[in-house]
């Protein structure tokens, strides 16, 4: 595994947010060192506060909040990341990544990290299905990315479907596959 154990964990404005929290937790009891990055519109869906209680470090919200130290937060945190987890991470954030759109604290550190990147879809099925969602995930595999397939389950609509966030295990299981080297 890589020497670095950083993981910076991006979370989203998906129903499934509530799953991040047993993700961080389970990645620190594996040894990992976790920061979060949050988008503003997670924010209205669970305080950073709980993230914060939950790593012991700083979440970070924005690209211009202040800073105790003076330093450029999306190239710090993205130095310092053995590698990027996004999870949930909705077809907003899917998009924005793969048409190179930077425009929150999180599409920055992406754009500007050499760590690899995993990203674990959770969207209503109609999203997750829809070509130009498709698209996206197929040109960021062709870039390298990881994805982490969700699953079928009940979605927040209340039908049965795929868009589930994939299940902890298999996270941590692609995070620690991602750290032994590039994907073949």
């Not at 950083?6 to 979370?11: A, C, P, T």
Request: aromatic share 4%; glycine share 6%.
């Amino acid at each position: 595994m890589s020497a670095k154990k950083e993981i910076i964990l991006g979370v989203t404005a998906s129903v499934a947010i509530y799953k991040a929290c047993e993700i961080l937790r389970t990645l620190k009891k594996s040894g990992f060192e976790v920061t979060v990055v949050m988008t503003e519109e997670a924010e209205k869906l669970v305080s950073p506060l709980l993230f914060q209680s939950l790593s012991g470090n700083k979440v970070y919200r924005g690209m211009f909040e202040e800073s105790d130290a003076w330093q450029i937060e999306h190239v710090s945190l993205a130095d310092k990341a053995g590698l990027v987890l996004i999870a949930p991470a909705t077809a907003n954030i899917i998009a924005k990544i793969a048409n190179g759109i930077c425009d929150d604290l999180l599409t920055c550190v992406v754009c500007a990290t050499k760590a690899p990147v995993v990203i674990c879809p959770a969207m209503n099925e109609n999203m997750y299905k829809n070509k130009i969602t498709r698209w996206n995930i197929k040109k960021l595999e062709s870039l390298g990315y990881r994805l982490v397939e969700p699953k079928k389950g009940e979605l927040a609509c209340g039908k049965v479907g795929v868009g589930c966030l994939a299940d902890t295990e298999a996270i941590i299981k692609e995070v620690k596959k991602a750290l032994q080297g590039p994907a073949t």
